[in-house]
């Protein structure tokens, strides 16, 4: 078995397949080497031109005759023969190089030389007989790349797949990376907000905030005990309707009362004096017409509500209520006050705003914790998957089983 890192192996793999594939190698190099000759061949034949331009033709087509030397050496230059690593990539991108050489060298020579063609008859044919040569040579290369050269071709399309493999591998560090930066942010955040609820607690078992406390639940309790004994608003809210309409009439009726009774019934009895004589009358008002049964009500409605408006009269618990929750809002507000200057609110408000951002942090951090999880899980697998593919295609031409060493920076 071979065992090898993945970033020694391009090395070795590339080593492995110079001995296997020797004989085509050797092949390869003696058809590029004769094909570099003939290319120092046309160079030479360049010079040939030039030396009997200088002796046959006049200035002017001389110019002309060192332009086309010169295309032409510029043409040959850019070409590159693959010397010291071969491969079919670059086999190839020579050969369109030389259909390109050849079309360049035709194109260049059908402007240039009817300038000073009958003077240099000699260096045309000889450039003529070493431009057959070239493309003898390369429609060899051509024929033996599609004919011997096709094991190897494929065996060095496997490299294409290594950087693939590095490009996961580091995608994995970075998500491991980041997976860690979030967790440990996450434990911190987790410590804080303990911390944070801590102090609030502690802030919460505060004399003053607990009697605060006490007297908002009482309130709430007494606000829904009062509420009871305001049920009869729906019969209220068909009088409204009729008094606007003008189908009933009542003396000396207060409808903006009426609206804002329904609006907010205890704020509204709450800013009458002790005997609520607005409120009494409006009762009085409603009790009356619904004896007289104007309001087209079910009589189960109407008699329920006569008998809630008499419990009122009868008892008047709520007149109490009324008392007692108007001495109430003002201890509250009492309680509101010290508390307010004892600094004990801000710092109560600011704990729990602290508290809100951090819950709301701390939950983008477990979403950004699952995201990179599953990045990370991901980029493994597939770096799993694509060495297991990869390890058994090499195997295969190497004849050997092969193991790919993957190290991570974590």
């Known amino acids: 078995m071979i065992e090898v890192s993945l970033e020694e192996f391009e090395t070795l793999y590339k080593e492995r397949l110079d001995a296997l594939f020797f004989k085509v190698k050797r092949a390869v190099t003696k058809l590029l080497d004769e094909v570099k000759e003939n290319l120092i061949e046309i160079k030479v034949c360049m010079d040939h031109f030039i030396e009997a331009g200088e002796e046959r033709i006049d200035e002017k087509a001389q110019r002309s005759l060192r332009l086309f030397s010169d295309k032409i050496r510029k043409e040959i230059d850019e070409i590159e023969i693959p010397e010291e690593e071969m491969n079919y990539e670059k086999i ?15 194109e260049i020579a059908r402007k240039s030389l009817p300038k000073f063609q009958k003077e240099v008859q000699a260096e045309i044919k000889e450039l003529n007989y070493i431009t057959r040569k070239l493309g003898k040579r390369k429609g060899m290369l051509d024929e033996f790349m599609r004919k011997k050269y096709g094991d190897l071709k494929e065996a060095e399309a496997l490299l294409k797949k290594i950087p693939k493999m590095f490009t996961l591998s580091e995608n994995i560090e970075h998500a491991k990376e980041d997976l860690d930066s979030f967790e440990k942010e996450l434990e911190e955040r987790n410590k804080n907000q303990e911390e944070l609820t801590n102090q609030l607690i502690n ?70 004096t002790k005997d609520l004589t607005r409120f009494s009358s409006l009762l009085i008002q409603l009790r009356h017409i619904l004896e007289e049964n104007k309001l087209n009500l079910k009589t189960e409605t109407k008699e329920k509500t006569i008998e809630q408006i008499n419990h009122i009269f009868s008892e008047k618990e709520i007149y109490q209520e009324i008392e007692e929750l108007k001495e109430l809002n003002q201890t509250i507000k009492v309680f509101e006050e010290k508390i307010k200057n004892a600094g004990i609110a801000s710092k109560l408000e600011d704990l729990k705003n602290q508290i809100s951002i951090n819950t709301a942090k701390l939950e983008h951090l477990q979403n950004d914790i699952e995201r990179k999880n599953k990045d990370y899980l991901r980029y493994l697998s597939s770096l799993k998957d694509e060495r297991e593919d990869f390890q058994q295609l090499v195997g295969n031409v190497l004849g050997e089983e092969v193991k790919i060493l993957i190290t991570f920076s974590f």
């Open 92 to 106: 190839s991108f020579l050969l369109n190089s030389l259909t390109k050489l050849f079309t360049s060298i035709n």
């Open 203 to 272: 802030l919460e078992k505060n004399d003053l905030l607990k009697e605060l406390e006490k007297n908002n639940d009482y309130l709430f309790k007494l606000r829904m005990k009062i509420n009871e004994k305001l049920s009869f608003k729906k019969s209220l809210k068909k009088m409204k309707f009729e008094l606007e309409k003008g189908t009933i009439h009542v003396p000396n009726i207060d409808l903006n009362y009426i609206k804002e009774f329904l609006k907010d019934s205890i704020t509204t009895i709450s800013k009458e």
